[in-house]
């Protein structure tokens, strides 16, 4: 058990929809970072946000974003859902600004499902 | 842009039988190399980080190692439990986020 906890594990919704991911992360955390996963991608990095500030945008889609709130759990906000957005969401913790040593703690996952 | 290649795409091997797993990478000045295991149905987990070329290392059966253009995973007798997604990631200096391959899903059969 890495600490990290996301909800939900699962999302099944349909096209044009809007849907928020959470992630609280380890105790102590102050990074979170999002990436996505997919079968042709591989893990792509979305976005990461130290103590409440966005810090980096990776390959984040301007229909998604996310916020980091006061008590350091973040949500991942994907809006006007496409097909092509199933995949698995994962966020992924650290206690320094940026992944200096590289040891992200990855959370479980959310895997969304678009019809 | 920075880029992973890691091959071979997958690899089965009987217990005990040991190999070695690459990744090469592109970027534009590297700040570190890692490797992270996934099981199914989970996330990543962190391996080991590499800074410079030369760089080794160990832990139980996997030993990691370092070039100016590559990196190996060598897994030594390796056991069942060692079954898993074997993933490599660099970040480049100056970068957040990590730049992840495709991974190596390694087989070991009893």
């Known amino acids: 058990d890495s600490g990290v906890t996301q909800t939900p594990k699962h999302l099944i919704t349909a096209t044009g929809q809007r849907v928020t991911l959470r992630c609280s992360p380890r105790s102590g955390d102050l990074s979170v970072y999002w990436y996505q996963q997919s079968l042709d991608q591989g893990l792509q990095f979305l976005i990461h946000y130290y103590n409440g500030e966005e810090r980096a945008k990776g390959n984040i889609l301007e229909r998604f974003s996310a916020q980091q709130f006061p008590d350091l759990h973040s949500e991942l906000n994907l809006s006007s859902l496409e097909l092509g957005d199933s995949a698995l969401y994962f966020c992924?913790?650290?206690?320094?600004?940026?992944?200096?040593?590289?040891?992200?703690?990855f959370g479980e996952g959310s895997r969304l499902t678009v019809l | 842009e920075d880029q992973v290649t890691q091959s071979p795409e997958a690899l089965r091997l009987q217990e005990g039988e040991s190999s070695s797993l690459n990744c090469s990478y592109t970027v534009s000045g590297l700040r570190g190399l890692f490797w992270y295991r996934q099981d199914p149905g989970k996330g990543p987990e962190f391996l080991f980080t590499l800074y410079s070329a030369g760089e080794e290392k160990e832990k139980e059966r996997l030993k990691a190692t370092l070039t100016k253009k590559e990196s190996f995973l060598h897994i030594t007798a390796p056991k069942p439990e060692d079954s898993a997604t074997y993933l490599c990631?660099?970040?480049?200096?100056?970068?957040?986020?990590?730049?992840f391959g495709k991974g190596t899903h390694l087989i070991i059969q009893p």
């Open positions: 992924a913790s650290s206690v320094l600004a940026g992944s200096n040593t590289g040891e992200l703690f």
């Open positions: 990631a660099v970040q480049a200096r100056g970068a957040d986020g990590l730049t």
